[in-house]
């Protein structure tokens, strides 16, 4: 089944401890991106990757990290999160093209005190 | 970040016709599209704009005027289970072909029977 999985689904954190949430899609898609959604503010782009080791800042990507080392993987990092980065967060995929749309995962619900 | 509105909130009634409506401002304009979210669940596309004029797909259509700054979403033969936030999303592509996306805070659309 094509798709985009995250992993975790939810976390509670604390302030100032390291964590990744991961993202893999199986449609070997070039583009992929990350996303926040807080009330009232819709979805705001974190990072992007047009392809394997090509990565760009999206709209707010301050205390976030990324990479993209494999095709299918696209990880956020957040070095030390802040009470400010609770959020939902999505992963996005998408072929490379004017006429594609993005394939979102089922998002990472993040908590942190 | 991009200026992209649309009406936060908006109420029909079930068999009726509803039209969602995106204004935006934006540079390197390469597309627009209209996602449906349900709540607590991941966006999933709609439809996509690129030219001027409308594109039909059942019963939902979308509109583009480029020269406007404009698009809506017209659903038809309302469905209680059309009731869902609608997101308007714009991409940009700047001069190394490297493509963001601005989405808009979204509208909930309530329907009613």
């Not at chain 1, 094509?2 to 991961?22: C, E, S, W």
């Not at chain 1, 926040?36 to 800042?57: A, C």
């Not at chain 2, 999933?44 to 583009?64: A, I, M, P």
Request: proline residues 4%; aromatic residues 12%.
């Amino acid at each position: 089944e094509a798709q985009v999985t995250q992993n975790p689904r939810y976390l509670i954190t604390v302030t100032g401890k390291k964590l990744t949430v991961t993202c893999s899609q199986n449609m070997n898609h070039e583009y992929m991106s990350w996303y926040r959604q807080d009330p009232g503010l819709g979805l705001r782009q974190i990072y992007y990757s047009m392809n394997v080791e090509v990565t760009d800042k999206g709209d707010v990507p301050e205390g976030y990290k990324v990479s993209r080392k494999e095709k299918r993987n696209f990880p956020l990092i957040l070095e030390s999160p802040s009470p400010n980065q609770t959020s939902l967060y999505f992963c996005a995929s998408s072929l490379k093209g004017r006429q594609e749309t993005q394939y979102f995962g089922p998002g990472t619900r993040l908590l942190v005190l | 970040g991009q200026n992209i509105d649309q009406p936060t909130e908006m109420t029909a009634t079930e068999g009726a016709i509803v039209q969602i409506n995106c204004t935006y401002q934006t540079s390197g304009f390469n597309g627009l599209f209209w996602y449906q979210q349900h709540a607590g669940e991941a966006p999933t596309f709609l439809s996509y704009n690129v030219l001027d004029g409308l594109e039909e797909k059942g019963r939902f259509s979308s509109f583009l005027s480029r020269s406007k700054g404009y698009s809506y979403l017209l659903l038809k033969e309302l469905q209680m289970k059309d009731s869902a936030s609608y997101l308007c999303a714009v991409r940009e592509e700047d001069l190394y072909n490297f493509n963001k996306f601005y989405f808009g805070s979204g509208t909930k659309l309530n329907v009613k029977p």
